[in-house]
């Protein structure tokens, strides 16, 4: 039977795209309808776009094999953006105001506005996080009331590279697919990983993927840092491709055989790992490649891209997630270099999750992700129901209006945290404190060559006629 409500998300990982469809409970939880996936190591290099056309293909596909699963026409799909190309930068407004001037909420608006509309070079403006309004010498999560005579904000803008985002939106366009929204994925993962208290507290969220790890820090529920480094579980799999073997076969001892940590007292120098062919490696040596490998991750992470200030407000630990998190004694290692003891694996989301699909495992962490972009969806993204005898391979998907919306808070979508502003949005965004008047114009005439041109002659020569003949009737009296 074909499902008829059901929410589509697209999660282009840094090696892999994932399509997933699901419906939303009432109590929030998540029931997935189906789930397929795409290698895109041949056109995705550490989750930016540098193939369009094998992206498109690779989109193309799996909306082919979802549409077939569900037996349902998709319209539109929930995108996630995430990326090397993604990070975090610091910005403040100022506004100085007349004597005993009251804050009011539109000058809150407006310093937004004018941090919004500021001007990176090659970058765009994903998403802009509001840390506090500074009001005096004290800071405010909320000024609005306050009398003062300035105020600043400060602001985390989430950017990206400008090209990133222009080859994004020409992949789907190219394979046909409407986009519903664009969410940060970093962020839908957050708020589907992370517990408020732990955003209240301090945390540091980790997802460890394939070829990126994303590093977020949240205090008092405000994201303070956001930053995508470019190494992940490829870059230990390809150390140990290094002892003369096939990467698959280096995937395989990794993951069957690597440990983020080893207590020097566990180590045995005379014990072996078969390889191939009746060769074999020294686990010493295999152990050091791996725990060399993680101990500089780990150290990118924690000396490099947390910001020194948090490093001690992080109450509520360290939360890891993503493929990388499987890996034996992963915790063990980010303890001894962080010395933080208070971490643990986030290896499912929040949300009570069922699954039709019985090859999807939901605890290994890596749909995480996905999963927290189907959360965010709030609009119905099934169409009309495929016939047997369609063509369930044609690339061009009839357009169909969604026949039931999901349920969701009367909100102004221009507000969500994490959505991807559209270009249509930011210009009229852009726009909102310039001068609203229109200056009347002339009625623009209809376009030469078709039907409306001709009857707009016939009525103009029509007219000239009638004058003539009323100027002649004169003349005669």
């Known amino acids: 039977m074909a499902a008829k409500d059901f929410i589509v998300a697209i999660e282009l990982g840094s090696s892999k795209i994932t399509g997933i469809a699901g419906r939303k409970g009432t109590d929030g939880s998540i029931h997935i309808l189906a789930v397929e996936r795409e290698d895109a190591t041949s056109c995705i290099r ?54 005993d001037t009251i804050i009011s909420q539109e000058i809150v608006n407006e310093l937004m506005d004018n941090n919004r509309s500021t001007q990176y070079p090659d970058l765009e403006i994903l ?16 000024p609005v009331g306050i ?17 990133f985002f222009r080859s994004l939106n020409k992949c789907f366009e190219k394979a046909g697919i409407s986009i519903a929204e664009m969410y ?20 540091l969220l980790v997802d460890l993927g394939a070829d990126t790890t994303t590093v977020a820090v949240y205090f008092k529920n405000i994201l303070r840092h956001l930053v995508v480094i470019p190494l992940g579980g490829n870059n230990i799999t390809k150390d140990i491709a290094t002892l003369q073997m096939e990467e698959n076969e280096a995937e395989e001892l990794k993951i069957k055989y690597s440990k983020a940590f080893i207590e020097p007292s566990e180590i045995d120098t005379d014990e072996t790992l078969p390889i191939d062919g009746g060769r074999s490696v020294p686990t010493k040596v295999f152990n050091e490649l791996v725990e060399a490998r993680v101990n500089e991750i780990i150290h990118n992470i924690w000396f490099g891209q947390v910001p020194p200030e948090y490093c001690d407000k992080l109450m509520g630990g360290i939360i890891l997630t993503g493929g990388g998190s499987k890996m034996k004694e992963i915790m063990k290692a980010f303890t001894t270099i962080t010395r933080i003891k208070k971490i643990h694996i986030a290896s499912s989301v929040q949300q009570k999750v069922t699954s039709a699909d019985k090859d999807t495992d939901l605890h290994d962490g890596t749909m995480n992700t996905a999963l927290g972009l189907l959360a965010k969806g709030d609009m119905n993204c099934a169409g009309a129901v495929v016939k047997p005898t369609a063509d369930l391979f044609d690339t061009k ?8 919306d ?9 507000d969500k945290p994490g959505r991807v502003e559209s270009p249509e949005e930011k210009h009229n965004r852009e726009r909102r404190h310039q001068d609203e008047h229109v200056v009347p114009t002339q009625p623009s005439q209809p376009r030469k060559g ?28």
Do not use: H
Not at 186 to 201: F, G, V, Y
């Open 184 to 203: 940060l994925s970093p962020i839908a993962l957050a708020q589907s990983t992370l517990t408020e208290a732990e955003m209240r507290n301090g945390c």
């Open 127 to 142: 998403d802009a996080a509001t840390q506090e309004f500074k009001v005096g010498t004290l800071y405010q999560v909320d």
């Open 397 to 404: 998907i009839p357009p169909s209006n969604p026949t039931t």
């Open 147 to 163: 009398q003062s005579d300035k105020i600043e904000g400060n602001f985390l803008n989430i950017v990206c590279r400008k090209a």
């Open 46 to 99: 550490k989750g930016i776009v540098y193939n369009i056309d094998k992206t498109s293909a690779c989109l193309t596909n799996i909306i082919q094999r979802l549409r077939k699963r569900l037996k349902s026409e998709i319209t539109q799909v929930f995108v996630g953006v995430g990326g090397q190309s993604i990070r975090s930068i610091r910005n403040s407004s100022v506004k100085t105001l007349p004597e």
């Open 450 to 477: 078709g039907w409306l041109s001709r009857g707009y002659q016939y009525l103009v020569e029509l007219g000239k006629n009638i004058i003539a003949e009323e100027n002649e009737n004169t003349v005669n009296r």
């Open 406 to 414: 999901i349920p969701k808070p009367q909100t102004d979508k221009t």
